[in-house]
């Protein structure tokens, strides 16, 4: 059984050793938050975000500055590395000479038609992908659109916006192109990819803008996403946060769990406790995800509050503590291994779960 | 423009002052966590629950030590209050006899049918609705399922079990019925929702058990609400969180608004910084959602980290600042209205934030 429609069939996009489009896994993305002038401070983000399972990264270029520093990060990191350029020709072409792997610019926003050329022939002697990306907060301004113009008239505009670039490219016999439309809400986010998904064949990336801080950006983007997912909508995505980008990594990564479409890794869930439980299962539950933070084998792992439902309610966990005043029992499915002390309680499931992963492995 | 799918018609079920059903809002609940038997603490928990937008809210009642507290809580609160049973047909009749407004049972677990008839008769009496609520994971263990069962056959055990609950109400003339069908997966929750909502035209409570701590509870759950609520299905719904009660409440609100099921309220989005920020955005967001949290008022406020980009991108709140270095601009809009010193900026924007809602109210 699966919750998702057929993917919607792309052309495939290079991008340094990964590809993108419908022949291949849906890629988790994210954005340095550093000056990338600072080679070390983007090196190291870079690496940190690797760590969460970021799978191409991309980098601010505001100027010259930014674009000389390319090289030298390219040549440490190991995954696809990704240029944002606004407007200019000599920031694209600088940054096609370092050797990056993509450049995120609209050719329609450079201005010179020679200019444009440049950079296209450039990007297509290197092998360099490009995304255009059509933000709609830019185009209501652009357009002189008041904020409450028709989200209609503007899913429109963004979308024509997108492919106006595409046609440029198109007319330079350049293909490589993977494209965004992002905005803030849900509904124009979905409306505009759907829109888009329709209109071309090229991958897509999948963004909501200026979703907020960590909590209220997850809800936003994982309603947007699970949306476009789930009709087959999307290639590689990113969840923008006012925040550590390690944190959108892995929530893109829960996203895509979610829907099947990433394997599983491991997860421990809990009960959302009541009036039942005689613990303190907020606090249980999270000395269990410190003690198991380093493993990723995938297992479910539930925490639940209550000696009398936990069993049944955990019995779709590979593990499981159900916790009662004083000691709690381990479970592996729904068969009960043992009753351990309250104290004991968080390292004997740690025990649980490192023999049920090396039985699987087995 | 909507990304919405007509609601599913369903009769109209009232739980005290409140209406459930597809005439009528769909409207946001939680559970208290603390022990029922402790009136102090339980109304505390209510009335915090209540700020944070709880429209109906239900308690855990495991003896009858607890049951007998529920009228002193029903009297001193507002909303409705909703008594969490299992099995026990002398629980459910003190709780009703309690003036509870709703009752969480399913009467195929009682036993035997002349108890079943007593409960189902005084709700009838006494105008108390009744939840029918199945755990896959309890349908799991009782059918002895195990973890690799196919989600298919436990979504079709799951809506058997539920319409079977459902049956017995209505042998016995009783139609004042939620149901919700609850996993802890986001397919077997949109599954089984999906084929309850075909099945019968009683009102849904979706939920999703077990989602763990804050951050993954968000995403999954905001998930598995996009999905079914933009299928138009869903009456009521409760986020579960291992954590602070008033976060369900929140995300709840969240989720129905980013649809367009509930008016917005006022919001603060951020960009989420790249390399071209000049200054601490998540010091500056977090600094403007603290000196705005007591605002109501539907107003989108934009904090933005680039005065190149940022006036752009903000075009689609009310006020917005974008923050450069030493200095930012405050807008309305696309409109500059001025430039502040970096050590006013929160104050300037909270001055035009209110003088903004003051206009709107006029």
Known sequence: MSILQPRRKTRTVRVGDLALGSEHDIRVQSMTKCDTADVEATFD??????????????????????????????????????????????????????????????????????????????????????????????????????????????????????????????????????????????????????????????????????????????????????????????????????????????????????LGLRRPTFDVYACPSCGRAEVDLVGITKAVEEATKDLTYPCRVAVMGCIVNGPGEAAEADVSISAGRGFGFIYRGSRMIKKVPEADLVAALRAEIESWIAEQSD
Chains 1, 2 share one sequence.
């Open 45 to 258: 983000e870079i690496v940190g975000l690797e760590a969460a399972g970021c799978e191409l990264v991309r980098v601010a270029v505001p100027s010259m500055k930014q674009a000389r520093a390319l090289g030298e990060i390219k040549r440490r990191i190991t995954i696809p590395l990704v240029a944002d350029i606004h407007f200019s020709a000599p920031l694209a072409l600088e940054a096609i000479a370092q050797g990056v792997d993509k450049v995120r610019i609209n050719p329609g926003n450079i201005g010179r038609r020679d200019e444009v050329e440049k950079v296209v022939r450039a990007a297509k002697d290197a092998g360099v992908a490009m995304r255009i990306g059509v933000n709609s907060g830019s185009i209501r301004e652009r357009k002189g659109l008041s904020v409450e113009e028709s989200e209609e008239d503007l899913v429109d505009l963004c979308v024509r916006e997108a492919l106006h670039h595409v046609e440029i490219l198109e007319s330079l016999r350049f293909y490589d192109t993977v494209i965004s439309v992002k905005a803030h809400t849900v509904s124009l986010t979905v409306e505009a990819n759907r829109k888009l998904a329709a209109a071309c064949d090229y991958p897509l990336h999948l963004g909501v803008t200026h979703a907020g801080s960590l909590l209220p950006a997850a809800v936003k983007t994982s309603m947007a996403y699970a949306l476009l997912l789930s009709e087959g909508i999307g290639d590689t995505l990113r969840v923008s946060v006012t925040g550590d980008g390690r944190e959108e990594v892995k929530i893109g990564h829960q996203v895509l769990q979610h």
